[in-house]
């Protein structure tokens, strides 16, 4: 498996670390809703199919990756930066928002 | 009389072996059945087994998409091992050891279930003291445990290299002699005849496209074979749970979907007579009645439902093979494969009614299902029965994770791909 660093270009599967699922999103560490915690923590959507998930180019640039990849046949449609995407899945970045809103 | 003995070899032989039957038949679909089972893999054929020999519940067919046995019953590295540290977890695998230990005569089918037990070498003195306390707890629940020096277990595996200048050298291990292996593809046909002999019909290449529905509750399943009725629906389609649960409306489960690849080498004379695993990686190896060395490692580490891997993994296990075993080097590996594992978010499978009213669930078995086939079956079986867990299986509920009830043996934390 290749993925197409944006940075590097396309690089063996080895140079990367899974982060895990990308649809998942992180309640507002503040919030006391359990059930959203509940859900953040332990629910998966886990499709046969396109599946948007985080990768870290750990051995290469150290970037963090928003690919989206195929579970059936382990083809890559997109590979784009995290950086700069304050959407779903992006771990503190709810925390981080908060921080940037007070500066 | 046992329809397979001694005495029926020699009169089949003698007749030419016209007269043996199909080990299962073929019939088509009926209208409706007390319960289906989805899943005609070892967990689905066991739970038919033991829903018509223990619960008299005959009217039953089990769907399976492929052939019988086709998926993860058949891609496994063997082993049969109930060395648990949790209470939940090594009261269930230990239930399921004392089925396996009787499966043959039970059956009437030889699994060729061989107890030559189970080594997990140890190679730091911390992991030494874990493994004690494992062993501890162990026994503290009637199984069996032994620690053994690096003398014992040098004697036990010749092969091995125990030597101060191994890249982990090896300070003891924690052994389960009456663990073993069995051969998988005999689990599911002897489970399949003995379901099928029981009136349980065995439907193949029948793909369930969809569940009927009143309301909430689940009234069958619309297959590539037509629709079919059911008072009670069972899934048992670990690695497809996603897939088959999403057919249901069910869009989020506390499981992800990720590949398993096992290997075998060309077969050699007898080299190691129990089954050893790496502590310091995650490596285990044992050697089939062929000769054929079986042996895996880690899942891949992404989302897959493909039955394939990728060669960083390859790399790792070989790596780790000759870490243990210099001598191995250049022995060929003749064949390796990929299975589909539901890595569930605690390491623990799931048996349980629901979630939907008239739907009964069995998943979540990470790669560690084929161990668990007979209890599987015989608490699933309860379950569909008596529409409530048995309590063996109590413990193994869908909603324990938003309950805060997780039962993780290993203590990885909500992190599938580590289980």
């Not at chain 2, 300070?171 to 069995?182: F, K, N, P, S």
């Not at chain 2, 249901?248 to 398993?260: D, Q, R, W, Y």
Request: glycine share 12%; with cysteine; hydrophobic share 35%.
């Amino acid at each position: 498996m290749l993925i197409t660093c944006p940075y590097c270009g396309p690089r063996d599967v080895i140079e990367f670390t899974y982060q895990g699922d990308g649809n998942r999103e992180r309640p507002d560490p503040a919030s006391q809703n359990f059930e959203a915690w509940n859900a953040y923590v332990y629910d998966r959507l886990n499709p046969a199919g396109d599946h948007n998930e985080i990768w870290q180019h750990s051995g290469g640039c150290r970037t963090h990756l928003r690919v989206v990849r195929n579970t059936l046949t382990h083809e890559i449609s997109s590979v784009a930066f995290m950086r700069g995407d304050h959407g779903r899945g992006d771990h503190g970045s709810a925390a981080r928002r908060k921080a940037e809103d007070k500066s | 009389m046992a329809e397979y003995s001694a005495f029926s070899l020699l009169a089949n032989a003698l007749k030419g072996n016209k007269d043996w039957k199909p080990a299962w038949r073929k019939p088509d679909p009926k209208a409706s059945y007390d319960v289906i089972i989805i899943g005609g893999g070892g967990h689905g054929l066991a739970t038919a087994y033991y829903l018509a020999k223990e619960h008299g519940i005959t009217n039953v067919a089990v769907v399976e998409k492929g052939w019988l046995g086709s998926g993860n019953v058949g891609r496994n590295t063997t082993a049969v091992r109930s060395n648990y540290l949790l209470p939940a977890n090594t009261r269930f695998y230990e239930h399921s050891m004392k089925l396996w230990e009787n499966l043959s005569h039970e059956l009437n089918y030889n699994v060729m279930f061989s107890q030559r037990g189970c080594l997990n070498l140890a190679h730091t003195p911390a992991q030494f003291d874990d493994y004690a306390r494992r062993g501890n707890a162990m026994r503290h629940l009637g199984v069996d445990a032994e620690l053994m020096t690096k003398a014992e277990i040098k004697r036990l595996i010749p092969a091995l290299d125990i030597s101060d200048d191994a890249r982990f050298p090896v300070v003891g291990g924690l052994m389960q002699r009456r663990a073993g292996t069995a051969r998988h593809d005999a689990v599911a046909w002897g489970y399949a005849r003995g379901a099928d002999r029981r009136g349980v019909d065995i439907i193949e290449n029948c793909e369930v496209t969809g569940f009927l529905r009143d309301g909430d509750r689940i009234t069958g399943v619309s297959t590539s074979r037509g629709d079919i009725r059911a008072k009670k629906v069972a899934v048992a389609v670990a690695g497809s749970t996603g897939r088959v649960m999403q057919l249901a409306g069910i869009e989020t489960m506390p499981i992800e979907s990720h590949v398993l690849q096992a290997f075998v080498t060309e077969s050699l004379k007898p080299f190691i007579d129990t089954v050893v695993t790496f502590g310091m990686g995650h490596f285990y190896m044992s050697q089939s009645d062929k000769g054929g060395l079986i042996y895996g490692g880690d899942i891949d580490g992404y989302n897959s439902y493909a039955q394939r891997g990728n060669l960083p993994v390859v790399d790792e296990v070989m790596s780790e093979m000759l870490a243990l075993f210099p001598g191995l080097a250049r022995v060929r590996m003749l064949r390796s494969w990929g299975g589909v594992c539901d890595m569930s978010m605690d390491g623990s499978p799931i048996i349980t009614t629901g979630p939907l009213p008239g739907m009964y669930l069995n998943c979540g078995w990470c790669y560690g299902g084929f161990k668990a086939t007979p209890a599987s079956g015989w608490c699933f079986a309860w379950t569909i029965a008596k529409d409530q867990p048995h309590d063996l299986n109590a413990p193994f509920t869908l909603d324990r994770f938003h309950r805060g009830l997780v039962i993780d043996d290993k203590g990885q934390g909500a992190n599938p791909r580590l289980h």
